[in-house]
T-cell receptor, first 115, second 109 residues
């Protein structure tokens, strides 16, 4: 029962480097989400996807890109890492948006530091 | 703009005590509200979901209420246990989820 799997768990980047945070779910969920959580703050939505080939911006999309080529995978790309992107990143998925389908299941997170 | 606030930011109680966590939101136009639990280094686990038409939901020792008109929700935990120690987050669904910063709960044996 894997659920939502995120890799890597930890990463340190230098300013200007690029990386991709991986997210995979095995629940056949249509909806997938990327959030970031800064210390002492709530989660903020970066991007979300309602199905393969469809993505949309959330509250804080600047500096990030996403793609959704399959139902299972939803990678998040940082092109030019900046210290402001130091955060914990969570991926989540849900079956749909109508209640109760929109209960979101979360991965364990990726802790990213940009130095 | 929807703002979600949770007070207090941290709470420490002795084992066995009943306690209430508070969540307030600025715009009553929500689809539903969820309470999550977050353990250190882990993801979020959904505890309770209250639809906008509902007043409360119960699961075991947990009871969540929703007063949409006043923009408030409470999470009541009965007979707290050390295993309840975690951060509790509330989130409102306005099409996408808006989260509060959480209340860090410590239950001392």
């Amino acid at each position: 029962n894997a659920g939502v799997t995120q890799t890597p768990k930890f990463r340190i980047l230098k300013i200007g480097q690029s990386m991709t945070l991986q997210c995979a779910q095995d629940m056949n969920h249509n909806y997938m989400y990327w959030y970031r959580q800064d210390p002492g703050m709530g989660l903020k939505l970066i991007y979300y996807s309602v199905g393969a080939g469809i993505t949309d911006k959330g509250e804080v999309p600047n500096g990030y890109n996403v793609s959704r080529s399959t139902t299972e995978d939803f990678p998040l790309r940082l092109e030019l890492a900046a210290p402001s992107q130091t955060s914990v990143y969570f991926c989540a998925s849900s079956y749909g948006q109508g209640v109760p389908k929109n209960i979101q299941y979360f991965g364990a997170g990726t802790r990213l530091s940009v130095l | 703009k929807q703002e979600v606030t949770q007070i207090p930011a941290a709470l420490s109680v002795p084992e066995g005590e009943n306690l209430v966590l508070n969540c307030s939101f600025t715009d009553s136009a929500i689809y539903n509200l969820q309470w999550f639990r977050q353990d250190p280094g882990k993801g979020l686990t959904s505890l309770l979901l209250i639809q906008s038409s509902q007043r409360e939901q119960t699961s075991g020792r947990l009871n969540a209420s929703l007063d949409k008109s006043s923009g408030r929700s409470t999470l009541y935990i009965a007979a707290s246990q050390p295993g309840d120690s975690a951060t509790y987050l509330c989130a409102v669904n306005i099409g996408d989820m808006r989260f509060g910063a959480g209340t860090r709960l410590t239950v001392k044996p």
